[in-house]
């Protein structure tokens, strides 16, 4: 599934720009340690302009802002993963036993129901100003609250699919329960769980971002939100040109990688669903999206 992920995104010419977009950010997270000046968060001159030794320059405490940018994406996009892939697996097998056992589904769907019922990121502001900050908090959080979104859209592909000629067949033929969600039930649901997970971190990416602007992150981890949140506490931001430089590249940072997110989770969609993938090919090779896989050449409707 992993692989043919990767050939749908490699058709989509605005996913495979995603798909560098993201490359780039998780490239600068990794070597982080790497280029950092200094051990740690080591302090230098106060609100430097940018320079040879500091491209971004530095903040009111003397922190290098691209040591702030490389790790802010480390720690941004490791929490983004982490959550994302937890809640989607759950909410995956939650659906899929949801869809097959009807009885047993009733019981989770009024669950799901509660948690959808109730925006989760004024809850989770709520459960964050109570809580002890850190990676793990905020983990906890975003898988809790980020498995119903996933069970519900698992469930209804799920009872949609064991309408289907091939699993009625599987049943009619004496296929125990057990091989028809594991060998056809739920590797249908990778598309749709592939799509979910990039959705998922789009929101985790944003979320974290937010509750770190509004002081309710680790205050000790280096992120996007933390720096613009130190930024807005500066009386003089708006006076000076620091803002240039201390505020807009946390903020493109976040922009690009939830565009960057989105190009791809619209590329996994199209590919997993056969109503969005109706694509004729012209005369030169390149892709047009025309209704109901059909082209139309001098006034004549001809097969794609």
């Known amino acids: 599934?992993?692989?043919?992920?990767?050939?749908?995104?490699?058709?989509?010419?605005?996913?495979?720009?995603?798909?560098?977009?993201?490359?780039?950010?998780?490239?600068?997270?990794?070597?982080?340690?790497?280029?950092?000046?200094?051990?740690?968060?080591?302090?230098?001159?106060?609100?430097?302009?940018?320079?040879?030794?500091?491209?971004?320059?530095?903040?009111?405490?003397?922190?290098?802002?691209?040591?702030?940018?490389?790790?802010?994406?480390?720690?941004?996009?490791?929490?983004?993963?982490?959550?994302?892939?937890?809640?989607?697996?759950l909410g995956t097998l939650v659906g899929v036993v949801a869809g097959y056992r009807q009885?047993?589904?009733?019981?989770?769907?009024?669950?799901?129901?509660?948690?959808?019922?109730?925006?989760?990121?004024?809850?989770?502001?709520?459960?964050?100003?109570?809580?002890?900050?850190?990676?793990?908090?905020?983990?906890?959080?975003?898988?809790?609250?980020g498995w119903p979104s996933a069970t519900r859209i698992v469930h209804a592909h799920i009872l949609k699919e064991q309408q289907t000629e091939y699993i009625q067949a599987a049943h009619a033929i004496g296929a125990t329960g057990r091989r028809v969600?594991?060998?056809?039930?739920l590797p249908s649901c990778m598309p749709i769980a592939f799509a979910r997970f990039v959705a998922e971190a789009q929101h985790v990416i944003v979320a974290e971002?937010?509750?770190?602007?509004?002081?309710?992150?680790?205050?000790?981890?280096?992120?996007?939100?933390?720096?613009?949140?130190?930024?807005?506490?500066?009386?003089?931001?708006?006076?000076?040109d620091a803002w240039q430089w201390w505020v807009v590249p946390p903020g493109a940072a976040i922009t690009l990688v939830c565009l960057a997110l989105a190009l791809v989770g619209v590329g996994l969609e199209a590919a997993g669903n056969p109503q969005l993938r109706t694509w004729a090919t012209d005369g030169v090779g390149r892709r047009s999206a025309q209704p109901n896989g059909c082209r139309f050449r001098s006034g004549r409707r001809a097969s794609a």
């Open 103 to 145: 009885r047993v589904g009733f019981v989770i769907l009024r669950v799901v129901d509660v948690f959808l019922a109730v925006p989760r990121f004024p809850l989770i502001v709520l459960l964050a100003a109570f809580a002890r900050p850190g990676f793990a908090t905020l983990l906890t959080f975003f898988c809790l609250f």
């Open 181 to 185: 969600v594991l060998r056809h039930l």
């Open 1 to 89: 599934m992993a692989r043919w992920a990767m050939r749908a995104l490699l058709r989509d010419r605005l996913a495979c720009v995603g798909l560098a977009v993201l490359l780039c950010f998780s490239v600068a997270g990794a070597v982080a340690p790497c280029l950092s000046l200094g051990e740690g968060r080591q302090a230098f001159e106060p609100l430097l302009r940018p320079s040879a030794g500091h491209p971004l320059g530095t903040d009111d405490m003397g922190y290098d802002l691209l040591n702030e940018l490389l790790w802010g994406a480390r720690y941004s996009l490791a929490l983004a993963v982490a959550a994302s892939l937890v809640s989607t697996l």
């Open 209 to 240: 971002a937010s509750l770190s602007f509004l002081g309710l992150g680790d205050p000790t981890a280096s992120s996007w939100g933390l720096t613009l949140y130190h930024a807005s506490r500066y009386p003089a931001l708006l006076m000076t």
